[in-house]
């Protein structure tokens, strides 16, 4: 599979985006998730989701203010009440075997190119 993001931009404290992940071909063995990564940090999990059954594995930090979907052909993830702190460039990532459980980087092998999503105080 191939992954593009998009959806990032600039919004101001307590706003909203909705981020999608096109994903080309089918996913259904794949996990898909959304990492951000700020200037100087590590990449780091912000959502799951699971190609197989849709069960969701989001980030407990960030559970209730972002929100990981999927239909047939792309990812979601609607982030709310958004703060400072969540600017960073997200990225979707694939994990050929689906291990959403593992809450590891290193299955997810394919990523796409990223979008700038920058919060503004």
């Known amino acids: 599979v191939q992954l593009q993001a998009s959806g990032g931009g600039l919004v101001q404290s307590g706003g909203s985006l909705r981020l999608s992940c096109v994903v080309s071909?089918?996913?259904?063995?794949?996990?898909v998730g959304w990492y951000r990564q700020a200037p100087g940090k590590e990449r780091e999990r912000v959502s799951c989701?699971?190609?197989?059954?849709?069960s969701t594995y989001p980030v407990a930090s960030l559970e209730g203010r972002f929100t990981i979907s999927a239909d047939e052909n792309t990812v979601y993830l609607q982030m709310n009440s958004l703060k400072p702190e969540d600017t960073a460039v997200y990225y979707c990532?694939?994990?050929?075997?689906?291990?959403?459980?593992?809450?590891?980087?290193?299955?997810?092998?394919?990523w796409g190119q990223g979008t700038q999503v920058t919060v503004s105080s």
């Open positions: 990532g694939a994990d050929p075997l689906d291990r959403c459980d593992l809450d590891a980087i290193g299955p997810f092998t394919i």
């Open positions: 071909g089918r996913w259904n063995h794949y996990g």
């Open positions: 989701i699971s190609g197989m059954d849709g």
